[in-house]
């Protein structure tokens, strides 16, 4: 009998603890989540845009989704644009067509290439834009940055 009361008291001062840390230092999810159901509007709306980049960043856009009717459809957009696979892909195969590329649209390469994982490629694309402007300052720093 001693045995099962110690042993829920453990249990008991764990689930404690765990809500305590939880509750004065929460991460990103139970932030959003928590200021999502905020009675706050500006609150409520800045959770919800919050969870959505959490979802969106984690590659699940399904489920993000279901939150876009509720989000400003500009910002969704943007970043849609700017982020999601598919539109990344659009955006290389446009860069990919140009014959004469600068190195702004080598750079712009790299970014759409380093967001979809192609690391290499990225390198790469870096490594052309420096050779296209070895002067500016920006792709200097980004070639001296993948060359190390």
Not at 30 to 36: E, R
């Amino acid at each position: 009998m001693k045995l099962k009361l110690l042993i829920i008291l453990l249990l008991l001062s764990l689930l404690a603890i765990n809500f305590y840390f939880s509750q004065k230092k929460p991460d990103k999810y139970t932030q959003s989540k928590t200021n999502l159901s905020s009675l706050v509007g500006s609150t409520s709306y800045l959770g919800r845009l919050d969870f959505w980049h959490l979802l969106v960043q984690n590659g699940d856009w399904n489920n993000a989704a279901t939150l876009e009717n509720k989000l400003n459809p500009d910002q969704v957009t943007t970043y849609k644009l700017n982020h999601q696979p598919q539109e990344l892909q659009k955006k290389i195969a446009q860069i990919d067509i140009n014959n004469q590329k600068t190195a702004d649209n080598y750079i712009e390469l790299a970014k759409s290439q380093s967001l979809l994982g192609q690391n290499d490629q990225a390198i790469d694309s870096i490594k052309k834009a420096h050779q296209l402007d070895p002067v500016r300052p920006d792709v200097d720093r980004l070639f001296y940055l993948v060359s190390n």
